[in-house]
């Protein structure tokens, strides 16, 4: 039976979550607050996590954060009040999956939840090698080598890089790559595609200030050229 932990302070909203996800034969795990949900991901890890943005003890910023730094693959998805622009960018940024606003709608909450496990179970296909230049790349196993030395990516840099070899000389605008790599979609801000591109330079290009790889294609977007 898949496990989904709950952190979120509100017991009335933590009824209707663990009522809504129990009859989709989920095990619910709830916590009230940053630090037992980190304890609970820590004892028992989950297969995905609902996390409310305001916690008592330890904020949900930091408590994604932790998470995805020690689980990069687990599906994460925000549940919060808070609609502020602000928040959704840092949220990108931190790598969470998926971003919902109350008061929110079981039935969409649903199928946010099933989208993101089968994204997270998804079988990974036959071939997961690419190299390019002096950097070779295993997508399965998450490993980027350059010059025979290893280089650490984020999940969401990998994602990033992979959408780009699958689409390789494709100019992609930064909406298309929200949508496409983060699954975000009628998202107000691009600017954090900008920031996992320089990222991403830094890491694989031997010039980042003059690309030869990730190119940017002025008033369009960007493309990806081996």
């Not at 039976?1 to 909203?13: A, F, K, Q, T, Y």
């Amino acid at each position: 039976m898949e496990r989904i932990l709950v952190i979120e302070d509100d017991p009335s909203c933590q009824k209707v979550l663990k009522r809504l996800f129990e009859s989709e034969c989920y095990a619910v795990q709830i916590a009230g607050d940053g630090n037992r949900g980190l304890e609970s991901f820590h004892s028992a890890p989950p297969d995905l996590v609902i996390l409310d943005l305001t916690l008592p003890g330890k904020p949900g910023h930091e408590v994604c954060r932790e998470m995805k730094r020690d689980s990069p693959l687990l599906p994460l998805i925000v549940l919060s009040a808070r609609t502020d622009v602000t928040d959704k960018v840092l949220l990108l940024e931190l790598e969470a999956d998926d971003y919902v606003t109350k008061p929110f709608s079981p039935r969409e909450l649903l199928a946010r939840v099933h989208t993101a496990m089968r994204r997270s179970t998804r079988p990974v296909r036959s071939r997961e090698q690419f190299s390019f230049d002096d950097i070779v790349v295993d997508f399965s196993r998450m490993v980027l080598t350059r010059a025979g030395k290893t280089v650490e990516l984020t999940a969401h840099e990998f994602k990033l890089l992979k959408f780009f070899v699958n689409n390789q000389g494709r100019v992609t605008s930064r909406d298309d790559l929200l949508n496409q790599v983060w699954g975000y979609h009628n998202y107000s801000s691009t600017r954090t595609v900008d920031n996992y591109i320089l990222r991403l330079r830094q890491k694989i290009e031997k010039d980042p200030a003059s690309p030869a790889h990730i190119l940017t294609v002025h008033g369009a977007g960007y493309k990806f050229v081996p």
